[in-house]
């Protein structure tokens, strides 16, 4: 996967939606961090006592663990792109766009540069949209965006087992999490933490989806 992020260098965003209150733990994990790192996670304080996400865990073949860490997988917003910038409308099924479209988190006819700066202009770590991808939709229909400490990263969500289930970033990691629906999974990393890794810096920061939001 593609490690670059967009908006590089750019301020974070408002708030949109809910109100959530939030804390922020330290964590150390010899899997994620080098030795002597410390990160800090912004979680939602009902994460302590959540309840089970509908989801299953697809164990794969012992990876390195940068592995497990979800990377952008597409061009960087300042790169040209193969493919057309512009989403083209009804990429998904009906009956997955009609559910999406009633969702706060989905940006169902809005580009990778629109979505880009409206999280952006948000200036909050966790601001999240769900748009349609930019390149072929057929096992990659979406992207999640994510807005943390002032980048946009942009991470594929792909379509598994004719779209009975959905997976979060590229093939072959060695913890694959299914979901039912693109919203069991947005409702999942509301509560647990998402790995995000800038690899041109090296940083690795971990945040929930706290901020739904629409260009």
Not at 8 to 13: A, C, S
Not at 120 to 142: E, I, N
Not at 154 to 179: C, K, M, S, T, V
Request: aromatic share 6%.
């Amino acid at each position: 996967m593609e490690a670059g992020v967009g908006g590089g260098g750019r301020k974070m965003g408002t708030y949109l939606g809910g109100t959530h209150q939030l804390t922020t733990h330290a964590v150390f994990s010899r899997s994620l961090w080098p030795p002597g790192s410390v990160k800090a996670i912004a979680t939602p304080a009902s994460a302590q006592h959540e309840q089970g996400a509908s989801s299953r865990v697809v164990l794969g073949p012992p990876k390195k663990p940068d592995e497990d860490l979800y990377l952008e997988c597409e061009p960087d917003a300042g790169r040209k792109s193969s493919f057309p910038s512009v989403a083209p409308v009804g990429s998904a099924s009906t009956a997955e766009d009609s559910d999406l479209l009633a969702q706060p988190w989905y940006s169902g006819n809005c580009d990778r540069h629109a979505v880009e700066s409206a999280l952006l202009r948000l200036q909050k770590d966790g601001a999240y949209t769900v748009r349609p991808s930019s390149g072929p939709h057929g096992s990659q229909p979406f992207t999640l965006a994510v807005l943390l400490c002032g980048r946009v990263f942009n991470i594929p969500i792909r379509r598994l087992d004719g779209g009975r289930h959905y997976a979060l970033g590229r093939e072959g990691r060695n913890h694959e999490e299914l979901f039912s629906s693109v919203a069991t999974m947005v409702q999942h990393f509301m509560r647990h933490p998402l790995p995000l890794v800038d690899r041109h810096s090296g940083s690795r920061e971990l945040t929930c989806l706290l901020f739904p939001t629409k260009p």
